[in-house]
């Protein structure tokens, strides 16, 4: 019998460009710009499935201008919204009481760099992208890749709007539509959900190392004005981490008063208990920052997975109809914490290479990794891997990376972040020293709060748990449940009802972060894409 609720399927409407770019970020905006620079008469459409342009873009930000001084030669003209010149920086080891301050390493010293809103600057290229005609449409979520009768990527299909979470056509359904292109370009960000798809169909990584990825957590605060420095750059590693576990801040002075604060995790961490949304807060808690913000308000805060498995977890960049450009790649220089030069630098890159090869992606492999790109990154291959083997051993093994340039005659390997998680009967948590703490926000909910974060209560969730029995029976004895304690917005909870012990999602919360799909041990959560313009509404992250 037909389900009287549910609308039959009918024939989608088409939209046809020449190419099709997935994600509004600094990559795929920067490769829709060079593509119609160099051909004006190729159509050209970016998606994004934020609510606005940079809706969900959250990073440090500064950044290196060389590859944006290329695309946009006259852009300092007419600047971002945020953008203040780095004059200052300074690097620091804590303790739990005080710390030491080191000399600044190379790659970190940010001389000629600017600090930005990565989200802000984002939603400052999207006009400058139409002004050349390209399409951008915010809003549009690409729920899944189309494909040929021999597999070839030929565009994507955006997600239904208007599906209630028991499958049932609401009152406003509209179906997707499909957007074909005669090639499409990732541009999704890290862990992609398509991206993640598509690696797995074409064996992208067959050749590669795992790839490997941290949690950043960020707030935007305004504090009184003569407390900044605008353009200091302050970074740190140490406390609140043990010496075992990956992990370091930032503090960016902007103008008018705003401070950008943020704390980095490697998900390579091992402790089963371990809370990176938690040490973010006690970071801010240190006695040498508390009194920065003290007083101030929160403007924004959120969270996003960074991807930094290196040269090394590069996977093949092209496959047939598509191809990967910026942090979907994996191109993020860690040690000097900086991506979107190499995500501008990429697009650019992948633009010329289309051009100038019929729209065909082959090739672009082979030239993104006889690039300055991949140069950059095999440079630094060994540094953050070498952490592995304690802080130390970590900060040894990165002053000889640094200063033979990256030649050893090695490269050291990077295993999943899944598999480092060890099981409580089998690790010893350190004592960690932390804190009482009494700055905002309180807990994560909170915190999503500051996220602006939106999603219609009655859709499909979008975190799916492909067997939640392995959460009730087996998780919560081996691991403790360390969803619960890993996501910063508190989607995962462990419930005790009348009918026993269960896992509720509370996918409301979820601000798009992707640890979930990262860390869980058991490999068994996938994030997809909720309704197109759901998740968070970032204000200048």
């Not at 971002?80 to 200052?88: H, I, L, S």
């Amino acid at each position: 019998m037909n389900d009287p609720t549910q609308a039959p399927e009918t024939e989608r409407d088409v939209m046809e460009y020449d190419v099709i770019t997935v994600g509004a970020g600094p990559a795929g905006l920067a490769f829709a710009i060079r593509l119609k620079q160099l051909d004006p008469e190729i159509n050209v459409c970016v998606i994004e499935k934020g609510a606005t342009v940079g809706a969900h873009i959250l990073s440090g930000a500064v950044i290196e201008t060389g590859p944006l001084d290329e695309l946009l030669p006259g852009w300092r003209d007419n600047p971002p919204p945020v953008c203040v010149d780095a004059k200052e920086d300074e690097f620091w080891l804590l303790s739990k009481d005080g710390g030491r301050k080191l000399p600044v390493p190379p790659g970190m010293n940010n001389h000629g760099n600017v600090i930005v809103s990565l989200g802000a600057m984002c939603a400052w290229l999207a006009p400058q992208a139409e002004a050349l005609g390209v399409d951008v449409f915010p809003g549009f979520a690409a729920a899944e890749t189309l494909h040929d009768e021999d597999g070839a990527v030929t565009g994507v299909r955006i997600g239904d709007m208007g599906v209630a979470k028991d499958g049932s056509h609401k009152p406003g359904y509209t179906q997707g539509i499909d957007i074909k292109a005669k090639v499409t370009v990732l541009a999704e960000g890290a862990r992609g959900h398509l991206t993640k798809r598509l690696v797995k169909r074409f064996a992208l990584d067959a050749e590669s190392d795992p790839q490997g990825y941290s949690i950043g957590i960020k707030e935007l605060w305004q504090v009184p004005e003569e407390r900044t420095s605008p353009g200091k750059i302050v970074h740190s590693f140490g406390w609140p981490a043990d010496k075992s576990t990956y992990g370091g801040s930032f503090i960016y002075h902007l103008d008018k008063g705003r401070i950008a604060i943020g704390y980095v995790t490697g998900l390579d961490y091992e402790d089963p208990e371990y809370r990176p949304w938690e040490a973010f807060q006690q970071f801010k808690h240190h006695p040498m920052v508390k009194p920065l913000l003290e007083g101030g308000e929160i403007i924004s805060a959120g969270a996003r997975a960074i991807v930094t498995g290196g040269y090394q977890s590069l996977p093949r960049v092209e496959m047939p109809g598509a191809l990967l450009i910026g942090d979907t790649a994996g191109l993020l220089n860690v040690p000097k914490v900086k991506g979107t030069h190499q995500a501008i630098r990429s697009g650019m890159l992948a633009a010329e290479h289309l051009a100038a090869n019929a729209l065909s992606p082959k090739g672009f492999d082979a030239k993104l990794r006889d690039s300055a790109v991949m140069a950059e990154l095999k440079s630094v291959r060994n540094i953050k891997p070498g952490f592995k083997k304690g802080l130390w051993m970590g900060i040894l093994n990165a002053g000889w990376e640094t200063i033979t340039g990256g030649r050893s005659p090695w490269t050291l390997k990077n295993r999943a972040d899944w598999s480092s998680l060890e099981k409580l009967a089998e690790y010893e948590a350190p004592d960690r020293g932390w804190v009482d703490r009494d700055l905002a926000p309180r807990d994560r909910l909170a915190g999503v709060y500051f996220a602006a974060t939106d999603h219609d209560e009655d859709q499909p969730v979008h975190l799916i748990v492909h067997d939640t029995s392995i959460c009730v029976e087996r998780c919560t004895v081996e691991y403790g449940n360390p969803c619960t304690r890993f996501c910063p917005a508190g989607v995962y909870e462990m419930v005790e009802d009348e009918g026993g012990r269960r896992l509720q999602i509370n996918a409301a919360n979820c601000v798009h972060c992707k640890t979930c799909d990262i860390k869980d041990p058991y490999e068994i959560i996938t994030w997809v894409t909720p309704e197109g313009g759901a998740g968070p509404n970032y204000q200048n992250l």
